[in-house]
């Protein structure tokens, strides 16, 4: 039992060392991938500090709306939710996601503290968390798909068929989730139809009655569900400014905003992929390949030091959580040691049925 228990712990501690070496260890390679001229422009060029700063305050203000957002989606499923309480767990998420290299994921944690709140309503909050997240992301590929609707691929360059492709992919996706979603939420009676048919089904049945009405909830909120997607666009048009104006803030010539609103959002589909934690590495290689294959008139900025700047910005919003950990009263902290024993679980293949 001794030898067991000393094994139990050295897999947790190799574990929890992986989760902070594997970000260290990607962002030296990226560093490492800039090159000596790079370097030497981002020395010579004078910053912009106010810029900086003003891409700060608008990155604060883009997070703390998806935090007004999650918090009139929980309420949509009936949970009783304040916004300090949004704002509180939605900063120890963001945290969570920063830092984990993906066993304690924010989204585990705010689906475990909510079905703890409301025993009855596990599924609800669960389904909350997944429709949060699904927002985010369609807002996401909304933006990407609009600005590709006025963006032209030039004919001449390297990337046009690449690009083509991810235009193509891009529509794809953005038809493909407003025909679900409409269906979901103005569906009607066919929808009810359709959950109950699948609730009968030998294999599948008893997660689709379970999980069926939670989804459908939004269709008595179709305003919310609505302002929900109108918010997710504002979020992330304002996180592609603040992208925008930090590398206004290092470089003399930089591809133009409009540029960014096809850059930007590329590189946020890509990071959302669970290749990396945080997308780090795979948002900054993207925005990179990006800053050259997008802009009509060539520059000199590094799409590779812009997105690590704007990770910088990331980790000062992430100190934010950390004062929040600080503060957490015992039912959060409780959430977090859940979610972590969660975490551990789903990592080392044992299953935790309680």
């Given at each position: ?48 500090y106010p810029l900086l700063i003003s891409a ?259 980790l000062v919003l992430a100190v934010i959580g ?19 024993h969660v975490g551990e679980g789903v990592e ?7």
């Open positions: 039992m001794t030898i067991l228990l000393a094994m139990h712990n050295h897999r947790t501690i190799l574990i929890n060392l992986a989760k902070f070496a594997i970000p260290v260890g990607i962002i030296a390679y990226l560093l490492y991938r800039i090159t000596p001229e790079q370097w030497q422009a981002l020395t010579e060029n004078p910053k912009n700060l305050l608008i990155a604060v203000c883009a997070i703390s709306i998806s935090f007004v957002r999650w918090c009139m989606l929980v309420r949509c499923q009936g949970i009783e939710f304040t916004m300090l309480e949004a704002f509180r767990l939605g900063s120890i998420c963001f945290l969570l996601n920063f830092v984990s290299a993906g066993s304690v994921g924010g989204d585990l944690f705010k689906a475990i503290f909510l079905a703890q709140r409301r025993p009855g309503k596990r599924i609800a909050a669960v389904a909350s968390v997944l429709v949060d997240r699904g927002v985010g992301l369609y807002g996401v590929v909304l933006l990407a798909a609009g600005a590709f609707l006025v963006y032209r691929v030039d004919p001449n360059s390297d990337a046009y068929d690449n690009m083509n492709r991810i235009k193509a992919g891009t529509a794809v996706v953005a038809l493909t989730g407003t025909t679900v979603l409409m269906f979901l939420v103005f569906g009607g009676a066919m929808v009810d139809r359709l959950i109950r048919w699948g609730s009968r089904l030998p294999v599948v049945g008893g997660l689709v009655l379970k999980i069926g009405p939670p989804l459908r909830m939004f269709h008595h909120h179709p305003i919310a569900f609505g302002a929900s997607i109108v918010m997710s666009l504002i979020v992330h048009s304002m996180l592609v400014l603040s992208i925008y104006l930090i590398a206004r803030a290092l470089y003399p010539s930089v591809p133009t905003l409009g540029e960014h609103f096809v850059i930007v959002p590329i590189g946020m589909i890509a990071s959302a992929l669970p290749i990396a934690p945080a997308g780090l590495g795979v948002f900054e290689g993207m925005i990179e390949w990006l800053y050259h294959a997008i802009p009509a008139v060539p520059t000199n900025a590094s799409g590779t030091v812009v997105a690590l700047v704007f990770e910088i910005v990331k950390i004062v929040f950990y600080w503060t957490a009263g015992a039912e959060v902290r409780q959430s977090l040691e859940k979610a972590e080392t293949g044992e299953s935790d049925e309680g």
